[in-house]
């Protein structure tokens, strides 16, 4: 796996006195934080899956209630704690380095990425209500189970989709144009 490819050069829209730089030191623990924390919850969700799909297959009542219990631990233990560090340690690298945060289409697109799976999880992802409808070992109510199923997928797909732009981390830049000055040129 490519590690720490070196950074394209500065340009003149980055004056020096707005740039932060971490000592290599600094960067390297903040790139290990980085990595384990993202690659961390790519697996945290991997579980997520395997449970969902388990819950949603099995015909053992009892078993798909432990399984959404389960659900809730991982997530409070895991999902939410590795994606906030991965969320801070991501900031901070693309802010301390010339990647910069919305300067190359890869980081840009991680941040989206990263946002996009913290909302699904937070709005569409709802292990607590799941455990609590098969409470008893009651049969979840019918289509909720494959729901869920596909939100946690979803998630996997977006982690998955981050994890290859880390690596192959593709050149192209964003062109930002400010409002008004296609207007001002003509
Ligand atoms: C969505 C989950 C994410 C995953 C799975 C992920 C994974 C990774 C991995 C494996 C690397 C190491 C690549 C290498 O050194 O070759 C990396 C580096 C990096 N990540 Fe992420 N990342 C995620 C989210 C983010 C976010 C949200 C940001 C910024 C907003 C970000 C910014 C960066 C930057 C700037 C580096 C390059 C560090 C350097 O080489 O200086 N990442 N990421």
Do not use: C
Request: hydrophobic share 55%.
């Amino acid at each position: 796996m490519p590690v720490l490819q070196t950074p394209p050069p500065a340009t003149a829209a980055t004056p020096a006195a707005q740039r932060w730089r971490p000592r290599p030191a600094t960067r390297k623990l903040l790139t290990v934080v980085h990595v384990v924390s993202s690659v961390a919850l790519v697996g945290e969700v991997w579980g997520l899956v395997l449970l969902n799909l388990t819950a949603t297959l099995t015909a053992d009542g009892t078993l798909a209630n432990s399984a959404y219990r389960l659900m809730g631990v991982l997530v409070f233990g895991g999902g939410i704690p590795l994606s906030l560090t991965a969320l801070a340690s991501g900031i901070a690298l693309a802010l301390g380095s010339r990647w910069g945060l919305a300067r190359h289409y890869w980081v840009f697109a991680k941040l989206l990425l990263l946002i996009g799976v913290i909302l699904a999880g937070m709005l569409l992802f709802t292990p607590e209500g799941m455990a609590d409808a098969t409470a008893g070992g009651a049969a979840p109510p019918a289509g909720r189970g494959w729901w869920q199923v596909a939100v946690v997928s979803g998630q996997l797909a977006m982690l998955l989709t981050a994890t290859a732009l880390s690596v192959f981390k593709p050149r192209r830049r964003i062109t930002w144009r400010r409002p008004g000055a296609a207007a001002a040129r003509s």
